[in-house]
C-alpha cells in the first residue's frame, strides 16, 4: 500500500541552523512522484519541487535542497541556513501512476519546523 | 495568491446541518481537487473532477458530494454533519485531468467548525 511517513513531527532551530526534514514513502508503483509542500501559518498550501521516480538527481534551490534515494525509499529536504521566514508545516506527498490515479496526492503527516531568532 | 479561490474561509454551524463549500479554480485549469485536513487524519484525498466529470475518487463519506459546474467552479456539499467533520477544507486545481505528476495549486481553504 502507498504511504508517506514523516516521522519527524516537530523540529525547533535557532536561525542560521541547517536542517533536514524526513521523508520515507512506500509504494508498488515504479512510475512515481514526490513533492513537497510548504504550509505556512496563514494556512495554504505551497508547492516546493516535484520529482520522479527515475530522476534520483538532487536538486538545489537557494537555500533549499533535496535529496531522493530510491534505495532507501526516501526524499528529504534541507534548509540551510535557516531564517524565521521557513517556520511552517512541511509536507512530504507521494503521486503514483499505477491506475491513473491522477493528481491524488499522499501526504504525509507534516512536519512542524519553528525557527528561533 | 494561488489564483484558487474558496469561499467561506470559516464557516459555523451546528451538528445534523449541511453546508456547501465554494472553489473557484486558476483561469484556464480545468481539474478541481478537495483534500480534507484534521488533526487525527491529516490531509486526506476526498474527491477530483475534471472538465465536470468525477476523475477519481477517495476517502470522501457518503454524506460528502460534489461537482464541477460547466464555468469549472466546483462546489462540496457537507450534509448530516458530525463533531468530526470539524477540519480545514482544501480546493485545489490543475491544468490537466490529473496525471500523476501534476503540480496542484491550493486554495486558502475553507475552516469548518460542527458545534
Known amino acids: 500500500a502507498q504511504k508517506v511517513t514523516q516521522a519527524q513531527t516537530e523540529i525547533s532551530v535557532v536561525e542560521k541552523e541547517d536542517v533536514t526534514l524526513d521523508c520515507v514513502y512506500e509504494?508498488?508503483?515504479?512510475?512515481?512522484?514526490l513533492f513537497w509542500y510548504k504550509q505556512p501559518p496563514s494556512g495554504e498550501l505551497v508547492f516546493l519541487i516535484r520529482r520522479n521516480s527515475f530522476d534520483e538527481q538532487n536538486e538545489i534551490s537557494g537555500r533549499y535542497s533535496w535529496n531522493f534515494q530510491k534505495s532507501t525509499s526516501s526524499f528529504n529536504f534541507t534548509i540551510t541556513a535557516s531564517q524565521v521566514v521557513d517556520s511552517a508545516v512541511y509536507f512530504c506527498a507521494l503521486s503514483e501512476a499505477l491506475y491513473n490515479q491522477g493528481g491524488k496526492l499522499i501526504f504525509g503527516q507534516g512536519t512542524e519546523l519553528s525557527v528561533k531568532p | 495568491d494561488s489564483g484558487v479561490t474558496q469561499t467561506p474561509k470559516h464557516l459555523i454551524t451546528a451538528t445534523g446541518q449541511r453546508v456547501t463549500l465554494r472553489c473557484s479554480p486558476r483561469s484556464g485549469d480545468l481539474s478541481v481537487y478537495w483534500y480534507q485536513q484534521s488533526l487525527d487524519q491529516g490531509l486526506q484525498f476526498l474527491i477530483q473532477?475534471?472538465?465536470?466529470?468525477?476523475?477519481a475518487k477517495g476517502n470522501i463519506l457518503e454524506r460528502f458530494s460534489a461537482q464541477q459546474f460547466p464555468d469549472l467552479h466546483s462546489e462540496l456539499n457537507l450534509s448530516s454533519l458530525e463533531l468530526g467533520d470539524s477540519a480545514l477544507y482544501f480546493c485545489?486545481?490543475?491544468?490537466?485531468?490529473?496525471?500523476?505528476?501534476?503540480?496542484?495549486?491550493f486554495g486558502s481553504g475553507t475552516q469548518l467548525s460542527v458545534l
Open positions: 509504494t508498488r508503483d515504479t512510475t512515481y512522484y
Open positions: 473532477y475534471y472538465n465536470g466529470e468525477e476523475r
Open positions: 485545489a486545481s490543475s491544468v490537466e485531468s490529473g496525471f500523476a505528476n501534476e503540480k496542484l495549486f
